[in-house]
């Protein structure tokens, strides 16, 4: 069942280079699991948009959430999607 998460978090003192290691991680594990999104950061916010397997998304929610690199996560959207 294909899925698409959205949220936003607030960026805890991360830096840029922090903000490239979160890129790195995410593209080699959102892989793993068949994830793919698109992340968009102003230097103060994360929004993300995640599109895969409902439980692999669930997973990496609760690991976004705690995250300490993230700050105040809030869920926007979780529905079922039929193409990504």
């Not at 069942?1 to 979160?22: N, T």
């Not at 890129?23 to 950061?41: K, M, S, Y």
């Not at 103060?44 to 929610?61: H, I």
């Amino acid at each position: 069942m294909l899925s698409r998460l959205l949220y936003f978090s607030e960026e805890r003192d991360v830096g840029a280079q922090g903000v490239l290691r979160i890129l790195d991680e995410a593209r080699a594990g959102n892989a793993a699991e068949g994830i793919t999104g698109v992340l968009a950061f102003d230097r103060r916010w994360f929004l993300q948009c995640l599109e895969g397997p409902r439980d692999a998304l669930t997973r990496k929610f609760l690991a976004i959430a705690r995250d300490q690199r993230h700050g105040g996560v809030v869920l926007m959207a979780f529905e079922e999607v039929s193409d990504r």
